[in-house]
């Protein structure tokens, strides 16, 4: 018999072997396949909250771990200064024993001498501010002194010392710098 001889037209539901499939085969089929997929969106969820969970931990530990770092960030220069305090110490135990001053004063220089090697270990350098032209990236002018042999802005005296983390400037060398002298002018006549 082919489907044109079927009196009831051809049915979709009937499978090869001649078994209808009804309405209640379908809806078990739909009805287990909603049920994977319910359990497969349930694990995608669960797994989407465990991840935003591991997430959020993973933040506050970097959190807790920068500011651990930025807390002991210092620990190595800590380190390495406490030798030269160690120094000093000796030298205020020795200057007050008494004696001539002499030793006190070669002690303290080779105290500033480690401390100077201690900030260099650790990147940190020393900006002397020698005679020259004056650099604002590099000093702070604290004084101007008029002065005809020298041209305007040019490093005369340095006050302190600069020093510079790496590339950064940390305090800039305080300077006085060369200014021109007062134009004095002619006595008004009344």
């Given at each position: ?6 009196p ?16 209640e ?13 319910t359990?497969?969106a ?11 969970a ?5 933040k506050?530990?970097?959190q807790?771990?920068k500011s ?11 380190r390495?200064?406490l ?9 205020v135990?020795h200057?007050a ?26 990147g ?18 604290v004084?101007?002194?008029?002065d005809?042999?020298r ?6 005296q340095?006050?302190?010392?600069g ?9 800039a060398?305080k ?7 007062p ?8």
């Amino acid at each position: 018999m082919t489907a044109a001889d079927d009196p009831k037209g051809s049915d979709p539901a009937v499978g090869p072997a001649g078994g209808a499939e009804g309405p209640e085969s379908t809806v078990e089929q739909l009805t287990k396949q909603l049920a994977d997929k319910t359990a497969e969106a349930s694990r995608n969820w669960d797994l989407y909250l465990r991840e935003r969970a591991e997430t959020e931990n993973f933040k506050k530990r970097m959190q807790r771990e920068k500011s651990e770092a930025l807390r002991f960030a210092v620990e190595p220069l800590a380190r390495d200064l406490l030798p030269v305090i160690d120094n000093l110490e000796r030298a205020v135990d020795h200057a007050a024993a008494g004696g001539n001053g002499q030793p006190l004063l070669e002690g303290v220089r080779l105290v500033l001498k480690s401390a100077l090697e201690v900030l260099e270990r650790h990147g940190i350098t020393r900006i002397e501010a020698a005679e020259g032209p004056f650099d604002p990236s590099q000093h702070e002018a604290v004084a101007q002194v008029p002065d005809a042999r020298r041209q305007p802005n040019q490093i005369v005296q340095q006050f302190e010392p600069g020093y510079s983390l790496h590339d950064r400037l940390i305090r800039a060398a305080k300077v006085s710098v060369s200014a021109k002298p007062p134009v004095e002018s002619p006595p008004d006549d009344d």
